[in-house]
Structure formats: C-alpha cells, structure tokens
C-alpha cells in the first residue's frame, strides 16, 4: 500500500530543483553542496547522480 511522505511543504521544492550543466557552480538540491557541474556526474558530497 503507498504511504505519502511527510516532507515539509516548503522542502518539496528541492526534488524538482535543475541544475545547470554549463554554469560555473551549482548546488546540489538533496545535500545543498555547492560544486561546480561541469563534467560531473555525481554530487561530490552525497553521490547523487546528476549527469
């Protein structure tokens, strides 16, 4: 049985959150480390995939 998840409203934001491949820097939207994108494939900090 699905089981909706109690993520606070203004959290929500986050999981639909781009990331611009070609800018100098970005930021993660499930650890909020900022890095730059270019030629990543993961958030060096949590390991979520982005490329």
Same mark, same amino acid.
């Given at each position: ?26 930021? /993660?939207?499930? /650890? ?10 993961? /958030?060096?900090? /949590? ?5």
């Amino acid at each position: 049985m699905y089981q909706e998840a109690s993520t606070p409203t203004d959290e929500r934001g986050k999981a639909t959150a781009a990331i611009n491949m070609d800018a100098e820097t970005a930021i /993660c939207p499930a /650890c909020e480390t900022e890095f730059n994108p270019q030629g990543a494939e993961r /958030c060096p900090d /949590c390991g979520l995939r982005i490329g």
